[in-house]
T-cell receptor, first 114, second 115 residues
């Protein structure tokens, strides 16, 4: 079952523009992570934000987390053609025994045009 | 470290045959996940191991699917008998800690086609 739902499903922008992707989830979380997947490849971790954090930066990436609204956003600034990929949010939620399940959303397909 | 290694990269098999997918996690990682990715259902968590013990297999679709982790450096996902609807990309991922508390590292996946 999927925990997170990304919005939009697809996004098409020009190089240099900013790209914003949103993720909503349903249950309490330990942390929320964003991953990138290039076509035909495995997923690559981008950034992790813990439930007690509200914002985090890594290079051109900015992630926000609003636990009251159960939502997160990923902002990619000054996009490049090489940013073209699918982006997934994943939630780590505690279940029995104190372990965390890592559940992925459906993803946003980002196309950055030169 | 070479990262998470999956084999084979591609597998084409006939319906009814047994399929075994293999995964070598990153050394030192104690959590291992198997995921299945399809266009229709996205990324589904099939099973999660911690310290070689299956913690949650509620995502395993049917009894035809089984997974083992005999030691910290090797895991298998077996489908017997395989069906066309099992066609998907299967990913193995590993991390350190009790599941998703840290970033997960993914293998390149095995693309399974059942004809």
């Amino acid at each position: 079952s999927q925990q997170g739902e990304e919005d939009p499903q697809a996004l098409s922008i020009q190089e240099g523009e900013n790209a914003t992707m949103n993720c909503s989830y349903k249950t309490s979380i330990n942390n929320l992570q964003w991953y990138r997947q290039n076509s035909g490849r495995g997923l690559v971790h981008l950034i992790l934000i813990r439930s007690n954090e509200r914002e985090k930066h890594s290079g051109r990436l900015r992630v926000t987390l609003d636990t009251s609204k159960k939502s997160s956003s990923l902002l990619i600034t000054a996009s490049r053609a090489a940013d073209t990929a699918s982006y997934f949010c994943a939630t780590a939620s505690i279940f029995s025994g104190g372990y965390n399940k890592l559940i992925f959303g459906a993803g946003t397909r980002l196309a950055v045009h030169p | 470290d070479a990262g998470v290694i999956q084999s084979p990269r591609h597998e084409v098999t006939e319906m009814g045959q047994e399929v075994t997918l293999r995964c070598k996690p990153i050394s030192g990682h104690n959590s291992l996940f198997w995921y299945r990715q399809t266009m229709m259902r996205g990324l589904e968590l099939l099973i999660y191991f911690n310290n070689n013990v299956p913690i949650d297999d509620s995502g395993m679709p049917e009894d035809r699917f089984s997974a083992k982790m005999p030691n910290a450096s090797f895991s298998t996902l077996k489908i017997q008998p395989s069906e066309p609807r099992d066609s998907a990309v299967y990913f193995c991922a590993s991390s350190f800690g009790r599941g998703g508390v840290t970033e997960a590292f993914f293998g390149q996946g095995t693309r399974l086609t059942v004809v």
